[in-house]
């Protein structure tokens, strides 16, 4: 097997090129806690200000903040809701992360989900769970298929067979594989599994918001998911059997939660940034 040249390890580990994580800073954790406060204020709950900052640091390829927003949620009380262990924190985060895989990509999200993992107390770790939810059978298959066209009507309503065929005459196979490698098998609620968190029609399109919001660059999606969430309210998708009640989420499908959400992962990305904006695509650093 050959190795690479000192030179070419120079090259892909060279500082212009932004090869590892993000930092974090004392700043991100106290704008996370602001963050956590006003959304308590707004009586947005847990789960919401977890899933949205926790997409956001995925985005911004800062596992550090992640495990800030677990020791965050930790120690933050839920008055309207049972009590959460610092395992099913680590779960909601760690179910967060793996959906970004549908708006940021592979890479991003295995480096973070290693790094967070790598971070958590022994005790959490290994009461997280290993049982894998979402394996394809060809029992499951078919209905994992129309479970993904069913979450995407739910997004698309009113243009979800004309965004398909506009999909469709980009390339034949973009619609397909979005469906099947995406809305059916990852986003949508697994099937048949008890899973140990659910990250149900509403966070779901928390996360596609955020992540989006945080890329910069892609507003029409983004414009898409902020309908895609009203949408989960207006025609009762938030409340589809199966689907658990999102404190605080009729609030973030109005005008002024979208006001509030959208200026809220623009001061996380700012943070996390270190003022300079987003880390996801950026282009590479003037070579100094």
């Not at 963050?35 to 956001?56: N, Y």
């Not at 689907?243 to 499908?253: M, P």
Request: hydrophobic share 40%.
């Amino acid at each position: 097997m050959s190795k690479l040249s000192e030179a070419v390890k120079a090259l892909i580990n060279a500082s212009h090129a932004r090869p590892g994580y993000t930092p974090s800073s004392p700043g991100v954790q106290t704008a996370l806690t602001r963050f956590a406060s006003d959304a308590a204020e707004k009586k947005v709950g847990l789960p919401a200000w977890v899933t949205l900052s926790t997409a956001v640091s995925a985005t911004m390829n800062c596992p550090e903040a992640m495990t800030q927003i677990f020791h965050l949620a930790n120690s933050t009380s839920t008055p309207n809701s049972p009590p959460r262990t610092p395992a099913q924190n680590a779960e909601l985060i760690r179910e967060v992360g793996l959906k970004c895989i549908s708006f940021n990509g592979i890479p991003r999200s295995i480096n973070t989900l290693n790094a967070f993992r790598a971070s958590l107390p022994a005790d959490v770790g290994a009461a997280l769970s290993t049982t894998p939810t979402r394996e394809l059978t060809p029992e499951n298959l078919e209905l994992r298929k129309r479970d993904g066209l069913a979450l995407w009507d739910s997004v698309y309503l009113g243009f979800e067979r004309k965004l398909l065929d506009k999909l469709a005459q980009s390339h034949p196979d973009l619609p397909v594989h979005i469906l099947n490698g995406h809305y059916s098998n990852l986003l949508s609620n697994p099937r048949g599994a008890n899973p140990p968190v659910k990250v149900g029609r509403v966070l779901t399109s928390l996360v596609a918001i955020a992540c989006l919001r945080a890329q910069t660059g892609v507003g029409p999606q983004v414009v898409s998911h902020i309908f895609g969430l009203r949408k989960a309210y207006e025609n009762g998708d938030a409340k589809a059997e199966g689907e658990e009640h999102v404190e605080g989420g009729a609030w973030l499908a109005t005008e002024d939660g979208n006001i509030w959400m959208l200026e809220s992962i623009d001061k996380l990305v700012n943070v996390i940034g270190g003022g300079e904006g987003t880390t996801f695509a950026p282009g590479l650093r003037a070579k100094l």
